[in-house]
């Protein structure tokens, strides 16, 4: 039976923020689990866990290829002096860069047991970015043998293991390898095999192998993404569901005297100033870090890698906490091509992120819509949906009044509508309903207004979205034709064109669409709003 370690405590689109529970202390989520070479490593262990990394990940094969007795006869926090959880894989890193190694799947799983591994890998064999179909069915076999294999070898109750996930860049294989964790009692899942991916920068392939799984294992497990550390790819890859990460990105961009930012890489050599207030690029200039030696400048360049790596983890989660995940997408996405790219592809996978995203907090913070890629974002389509859906006009038989280019929101607090309304139930006019057209979200009716988001948005605007906003305005009322009888469109005389679009659309669904205009104040037209509404017979108005 698979046992409960993972515990969610918020959420954004189809990310989370959680605890895994391991015998070592609970690990928050999301989070990297930094790279640590067991042989040598620049950079110790108290300034990694002191920069905010609370687990670790080292390789099991290299401990037992070279310093096993040490390994077995102190266990693995003592030897690498680190009391936090530790992480190990099992060498199938080694098997992808050379063919084979020298250890059985059952040797390395007893290993890491013994050794006491907080969560450990079973021995994959990693698919890669460059297998043939053949090649990448064969590793998913090999690997699901190698799974049920390591289950009997497995006897430490403390020890969480991992089942690796193969297949690549080929989908259905990856769905099929995916659906052997719902057979098997395995505690967490990862996903194999990114790393040559990643580093053509191919994050759309990246972001739809993470989506064929996570749509395949339950949403209680937490999932692991091998090889993936830089801050470009991280919220996208959180977003979907991505719970831990592991990286010797820090340390391997170090070595090539570069620097790490949310944005990309950068060359020391190339700088003028380092764009940064971490505590190494407070205390040295790019001139003074270039006189050092090479292994002190590594160290420090590693260093500062770290921290734009936990300050980027720090970013996504005040996201989560905040549910404004999406807005840090969109500007991630304007950072580089391939993010822009990214984004693209991921805005396919809406109705995946609507699924999980929350519909409300406690504490709510505006929207920003700034093209037609916003139009996916899961609160206008959670409009889209309730409006032609679910949501049904107040009465049987009316009227409605449309305000076709009103910048005010909500609708209910603006003084046109007050009064309108005002004078309407004066009148007697109670068949009336008073809608205002909004892009992104298409159509807006008086008793939504005020709802979230609907009021509280800020948007950009061009014809795509003005197209795509009038495509849902129309199919509202093409729902809802046997309800309105009459429909009154009001619009600047600025807007007109925009009226006789609407105008000519609505024709085809409601035989009676007028179109009033007005200059300045919508007041002005008050007493014509007025007669419209009240006139059975009037067609059309200018």
Known sequence: ??????????????????????????????????????????????????????????????????????????????????????????????????????VTPEEIVKFQENIGSDIAVILDVPTGGFASYSEAKWTVEETIRRAILSLKHMKREKTLWVFPVQGGKYLDLLEYHAKKVLELPYDIVSIGSPTQILEKYDYSTIIRMIVTVKKVIPPSMPVHLFGAGHPMFIPFAV???????????????????????????????????????????????????????????????????????????????????????????????KCHPSLLKAFKEFTKYKDYLEKYHPTIKAEVHGIFLYDILSMNRPEVLRHHRKILNNYKPPFYKGKSIVFLDLEEKPLTRTSVYIKLRENLEKRKLEDVHILSFMPYFGIVPEELSETYPLSQHEKDLDDKVLENSLDIFIKYFDKNKGIYSKVILVVRDTNVDLAYRVREKLYQLIKQVIILAYKNNVSEIMENILHVVGNSTMRSSL
């Not at 959420?11 to 923020?17: D, E, M, N, V, Y």
Request: glycine share 6%; charged share 30%; net charge neutral.
């Open 239 to 333: 977003a979907l569901g991505i719970d831990t990460f592991d990286s010797a990105s820090y340390i391997l961009y170090a070595k090539d005297e570069r620097l790490i930012f949310s944005h990309g890489t950068m060359r020391l050599k190339e700088l003028l100033d380092i764009p940064c207030s971490c505590p190494i690029c407070s205390k040295f200039t790019p001139k003074e870090l270039m006189q050092m030696t090479k292994n002190e400048r590594v160290k420090y360049l590693a260093i500062h890698n770290l921290y734009a790596i936990i300050q980027e983890i720090k970013r996504v989660k005040q996201a989560i906490k905040e549910n404004t995940l999406w807005d840090l997408l969109e500007e991630r996405s």
């Open 1 to 102: 039976m698979r046992k409960e370690i993972f515990e969610i405590k918020d959420k954004s689109l189809a990310g989370r923020i959680g605890e895994i529970i391991t015998a070592h202390g609970k690990i928050q989520t999301p989070t990297l689990f930094p790279v640590i070479n067991p042989i040598r490593q620049e950079i110790s262990l108290d300034t990694i866990r002191d920069i905010g990394f609370e687990a670790i990940i080292t390789n099991a094969y290299i401990l037992k290829k070279h310093m096993e007795k040490d390994a077995l006869e102190k266990g693995i926090h003592r030897l690498l002096n680190f009391s936090g959880p530790i992480v190990t894989d099992s060498g199938g890193y080694q098997i992808l860069e050379y063919g084979r190694i020298d």
